[in-house]
């Protein structure tokens, strides 16, 4: 890990990666629990999404 931090790689690496782990797992909770509308702008877009989006993300960065 000491030489990721060292070279930089982890900063391209890692926001990237949450990225993609907040866009799936807010997809999958969003179809799995999704009922409520989070915004009339997108209306696919659920509160479940976001809240699954957002809480799995969590849980990611603190065990990385």
Do not use: C, H
Not at 46 to 63: A, D, H, K, N, S
């Amino acid at each position: 890990m000491t030489a990721l931090i060292q070279y930089g790689r982890i900063w391209a690496i890692f926001p990237t990666t949450i990225v993609a782990i907040n866009d799936a797992s807010a997809y999958a909770a969003g179809m799995s629990f999704g009922m409520t509308p989070l915004i009339k702008l997108s209306p696919n877009k659920t509160l479940e999404g976001f809240l699954g989006g957002m809480v799995l993300t969590l849980l990611f960065v603190i065990w990385e």
